[in-house]
Every structure is written in C-alpha cells, then in structure tokens.
C-alpha cells in the first residue's frame, strides 16, 4: 500500500499535468530567451507540445503504478518531441521511467535515483553535450537530489524543494558556463523550462492547484548582470555568412534499431544532433545543409514518420522581427516591497524583479530603494510600495537617479498583487503604469494585527494586545481573538458579491490554524474560493484580499 510519504502514478501523472499548465504560462516568454546561437524551433512552445504529448499518454493507461504511468509518459514523450529541447525532454522521461521501473509508488529515495538517471539518459542522448543548458540543469537537480535523499530520508515534498532550489540555481548560472548566452543577455531557456516544470509539480504537490491558477511562474534572473539582447540593424544576411540550414526531425520505426550507431553514423553529417529512442523507435533531430540525404539514409533503416524539416535561415529572419517587436518591453522591471518570504515568493513568481524587505515598523529608506534600482538592468522601473507610508519614499527616487521611474501607489500587499497580475506583456512603459494603477483599486484589503497600545479610535475602545480587524486601512473591528476579527472583518468586506479570498498568514500563524481558518470560511461562504497562502509576515496574522 503507498505510505503517506509517496507518490503513485495517478499523482505523478496530475502533478505533472499541472506543471504543463504552468510551464503553458511561461511559453512565450521561454521562446523569447531562445537566441542561442539561432532559433531551432522555439523552446518553450516545442517543450509545451512535447508535454502535452507526455501527459496524453499516460491518461491512455488503465494502470496505476508509477512504473507503468512513467513509462507511458516516456513513451508519449518519444512520440510528441519537438525540436532540440523536446527531444532532450524526452530522454529525461525515459530515464525517470527507467529509474521507477517496477515501482507501484515511489518516495523521496527513489526520486532522487530516477532524477540521476535522468541526467545520465539525457546525456547519452547527445554526441556533444553542451553544458550550460538544459543538461546542466538536470545534472545540478540530480546531484542536489540525491543529497537531500541520503540526509533526510524518504520525504517526496523535500526532495522536490531542494531539486526546484537547484533547477533554479543552475538556470541562473547558464550564462557562466556558456558564452553565447551571456553575450545573448539571457539565461538558457530549455533550462528555465525545465525549472518551471519541476516548480509547477512542486507546487502541486504543496496542495497550490488552485493558486496557480492565479499566478505565473518566475522567469530566474542571471547571477551574473548581462546585457541586454541586441538586434542586428540589417535584416539582410551578409553575402559571405554560412547559411543556418535545416532544422530536420523525423521518427524512424522498425525492428533492431540501434540509437547509438545511427548517432555515430549521422556525427558528421550536421550540428545540434540528438538521436534518441530504442530497438522500434527512434527519434532524430539535426540541423543539416541537406536533409535529403539525412532523410534517404533513414529509410534504409525502417519507415520515417513525422518529419518536419524547417528553413532555419527563415526562421532566423522571423525572430528579428520577434525581438524588435519586443524590445520597447522587454526591458520593464518591476520593484517591490514586501514583508514575508512567501509574500516575496508571490511577488517574484507574478514577475517582480527585486523585492526590498520592508513594512509596517521597518519602511525601507530612500536609500534602500534607491540602491535596489541601481542593481536593475533596466533603465525603466515601476516600483510597488505595498504600503502607505512608503509611497512617498518610493516617489523621492526619480529625483535621485536618471533612470525612468514610475511608482504605482500600492498601499496594501494584496493591491501589489493586483498591481502586478494586470501587467501586460504586450504593452509599454506608461501603459503599463496606468493598468497598474487602476487595478488596485479593484481589491478590498483585510489586515488582522494586534494594538500596541491601549486606546479609543473611530468609535472603539481598544485595549492593548486585543486583535483588531483593519479593511483598506481603517479599523472597522476589534476582538480578543484574531480569527474572531478576521470573520468580523471579512463580513463588511461584501463577501457575498465576492468570487476570491486570498488570506496571507503571518509567521506567528500556525499552519493547522489557517487551513482550519479556510475551512471555516468555506463553510460559511461556499460560493467563495478560498486560498491561503503562507505570508510569512510579522505582526500581521492575516493579509487577505476579497475580490
């Protein structure tokens, strides 16, 4: 029977139906990192369509063995490999379901050993690895997984935390490990899909289904500062420079198939080769000046399938247009303020670029924000203060600094939420600043702290240390209890013509506590949907918004 501490196939198979939700969030922002050295395909979208392939396959099974799902989503991987990335995906798949094989369910032990074969698979797929990329990042999940499993047991969830830490580390390290990225000014993006992927399972797992919903995945920032991506000023391709060639996949199917040996026959024949699959299937990708002869010499080993074969000189012309209509956003950034790690998690997975730890009783000085913006890269920054006596701190840094500030005036943490879920990729600096802007005054804002002091204000009696109940900013109730004020509070917040509750709990907030919080909300208002988050904030019990 699977014990409390491990994963089934039904759930390998959901939470990774939802992280392919979550990476669908990312896709055009993935595809726009992909500039490395030409755009073969697009990585977010090929690895997008090579998980919906994965994920397909293993709703096709009757089984439910983590062995038997694994190996179906292998299976379905092979089959829906798009371009370069996708392809290296699936040989990540084929080594998970080779780690779990004959595993009706598996813990964070056996995890970490199917991680590692992942890594090795993966590798084994390529003629000549390149580190720096995708690869990197599923070696560094490997070995920080396999570590976290030897020193503390069996848990699934710890395991996948400290593999998320590393995807993330190792994305934001690509640049370091390979020149053309950090010339390009971005980070690998096969890796940051594989980050969001393993994110998006994580999350799932953590019971954060439903606020995903909501939120989007962070996009990791280099360690190191790059510059920004350029495009040439010609379109037109100089006379003398080497054409790109053609992106060629196909699936070759037959009988004593051997990987290995068409790897070594088709070395010389290309660049960017990945020959996967086994003794029936195989799946080749090449970048090659003549895909006929590639595609003839298939055929002498079995029936050829699926072949795409596309004109990366065309497609090289396409992404410069890609980037030029980009380039009037893609160099925003957005700066908050934030009180809570899990508050600063929010923020940095809606797209926030830095957060300055700061609030009630510890505001940031003009100085703290402003050397914060002089850490972007960007030259144009929207600042969110989340607080009303930080506005006019954060309003004093455009005098300081040649840079082009705006300040949406975000009282509450949940108006900043609001703020930065209206941001819009497509539109520009000032746009942007008005949406912004306009959006936190669709929020009501709960905050349930405790008095300092004893004292009367606004028609109540306040005694120091009682719980009182504050909607956008104005006490409207007190109590001995916080969740006592908290159900008082939310009750003059319209909850019946509310959709969502989102309540942040603070670090003084058991967890027990909040979800039988949320509970009790639902019981009582069950039209409403309920998520909590853990804030992680001082002083505050509860940060909530109603909308």
Request: charge should be negative; hydrophobic fraction near 45%; glycine fraction near 10%.
């Given at each position: 029977m699977k014990q409390p501490n491990e994963i089934d196939g039904i759930q390998f198979r959901d939470m990774f139906a939802a992280a392919t939700n979550w990476l669908e969030k990312r896709v055009s922002d993935i595809d726009a990192l992909n500039v490395f050295p030409v755009p073969d395909g697009d990585t977010g979208t090929n690895m997008l369509l090579t998980m919906r392939s994965t994920v397909e396959e293993a709703y096709k099974i009757d089984e439910t063995s983590a062995s038997a799902v694994a190996q179906a989503m292998a299976d379905g991987a092979?089959?829906?490999?798009?371009?370069?990335?996708?392809?290296?995906?699936?040989?990540?798949?084929?080594?998970?379901?080779?780690?779990?094989?004959?595993?009706?369910?598996?813990?964070?032990?056996?995890?970490?050993?199917?991680?590692?074969?992942?890594?090795?698979?993966?590798?084994?797929?390529?003629?000549?690895?390149?580190?720096?990329?995708?690869?990197?990042?599923?070696?560094?999940?490997?070995?920080?997984?396999?570590?976290?499993?030897?020193?503390?047991?069996?848990?699934?969830?710890?395991?996948?935390?400290?593999?998320?830490?590393?995807?993330?580390?190792?994305?934001?390290?690509?640049?370091?490990?390979?020149?053309?990225?950090?010339?390009?000014?971005?980070?690998?993006?096969?890796?940051?899909?594989?980050?969001?992927?393993?994110?998006?399972?994580?999350?799932?797992?953590?019971?954060?289904?439903?606020?995903?919903?909501?939120?989007?995945?962070?996009?990791v920032s280099s360690k190191i500062p790059l510059t920004p991506v350029t495009v040439p000023a010609s379109e037109s391709a100089n006379e003398d420079e080497v054409p790109f060639g053609y992106c060629t996949e196909f699936m070759i199917k037959g009988s004593e198939l051997d990987p290995d040996k068409l790897r070594s026959r088709l070395k010389s024949r290309g660049q960017s080769l990945v020959v996967v699959g086994n003794d029936t299937t195989v799946r080749v990708h090449i970048h090659t000046t003549d895909p006929g002869k590639i595609i003839h010499l298939a055929t002498t080993l079995g029936t050829v399938h699926n072949v795409h074969i596309r004109n990366m000189d065309e497609q090289y012309r396409d992404f410069l247009e890609l980037q030029k209509s980009r380039a009037p956003i893609a160099d925003i950034e957005i700066l908050s303020v934030s009180a809570g790690s899990g508050i600063s998690d929010v923020f940095t997975s809606l797209g926030v670029t830095a957060v300055v730890h700061g609030g009630q009783t510890m505001n940031p000085s003009t100085k703290d924000l402003l050397q914060a913006v002089k850490n972007l890269r960007s030259n144009k920054i929207i600042i969110l203060p989340n607080n009303k006596n930080i506005i006019m701190t954060a309003e004093k840094v455009q005098l300081l600094t040649d840079k082009h500030i705006h300040v949406v005036p975000s009282r509450t943490i949940p108006q900043g939420v609001a703020a930065l879920l209206a941001f819009d990729y497509e539109s520009d600096f000032d746009t942007n600043t008005h949406l912004m802007t306009e959006a936190i005054s669709s929020v009501k804002t709960i905050e349930i702290t405790r008095a300092v002091r004893s004292t009367s204000f606004n028609g109540f009696s306040i005694k120091k240390k009682q719980a009182i109940g504050l909607l956008d900013g104005a006490i409207v109730t007190v109590s001995d209890k916080p969740k006592d004020a908290l159900f008082a509070t939310l009750a003059k917040a319209g909850p019946k013509k509310a959709e969502v509750v989102t309540l942040y709990y603070g670090k003084d907030t058991d967890e027990v506590e909040a979800q039988q919080t949320k509970k009790e909300i639902a019981d009582k208002y069950p039209h409403l949907q309920i998520e909590i988050v853990k804030g992680g904030q001082p002083h505050y019990h509860y940060i909530g918004s109603v909308e």
């Open positions: 092979l089959m829906g490999a798009r371009g370069n990335s996708g392809v290296i995906l699936s040989q990540i798949w084929n080594g998970l379901a080779q780690g779990l094989k004959n595993k009706d369910s598996f813990n964070g032990k056996d995890l970490a050993v199917a991680l590692a074969q992942a890594a090795d698979t993966a590798y084994k797929g390529l003629s000549n690895p390149v580190e720096g990329t995708i690869l990197t990042v599923i070696k560094d999940v490997s070995i920080a997984s396999r570590k976290q499993a030897d020193e503390n047991g069996d848990d699934v969830i710890s395991v996948m935390e400290v593999a998320v830490n590393a995807a993330e580390e190792s994305v934001a390290n690509t640049p370091m490990l390979l020149a053309a990225l950090k010339e390009a000014g971005v980070v690998d993006a096969g890796g940051q899909g594989l980050f969001t992927l393993l994110d998006g399972a994580l999350r799932f797992l953590r019971g954060e289904a439903e606020l995903m919903q909501f939120r989007k995945p962070q996009m």
